[in-house]
């Protein structure tokens, strides 16, 4: 547990550097967000940078409650991203996920209030992937709602559970991430 409290403040300190690189250089989102959550975007940067090695990869803002990955490229139209992440240290349960919607900003024609893949990130104890599972939007059922809250995930390696909200069966799920443990070090 003492292990978990340094590893945690060592990463707080991290977070706090990467506030001084320019956005598109950082590795890790800015201060402020949940520790689990920063450490699923962490993983979930260098798969989007491994899967889309071509493309300019930005970490949204803190306040930006739709997208947390925006993937771009020549030829790739705008990924927006929604990542969510739990743990072996938690219960499951995932953050409030947050409906869609095609709002475009008339001031800079960015679309500020959507996403179009939902990635839900598995953790094992040492806070490493064990599954990624890629929805698209037809995938999660909002049900009239603007949020889903108390969702939680389909175990990794098991061919049921999970909320109904979302369609497991459907999604996109990746279980090698050997090419992420070689290029994806904390220390560098």
Do not use: M
């Not at 929604?82 to 953050?95: E, I, M, N, R």
């Amino acid at each position: 547990c003492d292990s978990q409290l340094e590893y945690f403040s060592r990463l707080e300190k991290l977070q706090q550097a990467e506030n001084e690189q320019p956005v598109a250089d950082r590795l890790l989102p800015g201060k402020g967000d949940q520790k689990t959550g920063l450490i699923g975007e962490y993983w979930a940067l260098h798969y989007a940078r491994y899967t889309y090695p071509s493309a300019t990869i930005t970490l949204a803002g803190h306040s930006q409650k739709f997208w947390d990955l925006q993937i771009a490229g020549p030829e790739l139209p705008p990924l927006y991203v929604q990542v969510k992440t739990v743990s072996a240290f938690g219960q499951g349960k995932l953050s409030p996920i947050h409906q869609p919607n095609n709002a475009t900003s008339a001031k800079t024609s960015q679309t500020s209030g959507t996403w179009n893949e939902l990635w839900i990130l598995q953790l094992d104890r040492r806070l490493h992937p064990l599954a990624l599972w890629r929805f698209h939007p037809a995938q999660v059922q909002f049900a009239n709602a603007e949020q889903i809250t108390g969702a939680t995930i389909r175990q990794a390696g098991t061919i049921r559970g999970g909320s109904r909200c979302l369609d497991w069966d459907q999604a996109t799920l990746v279980t090698d991430f050997a090419h992420l443990a070689l290029t994806a070090s904390p220390s560098g």
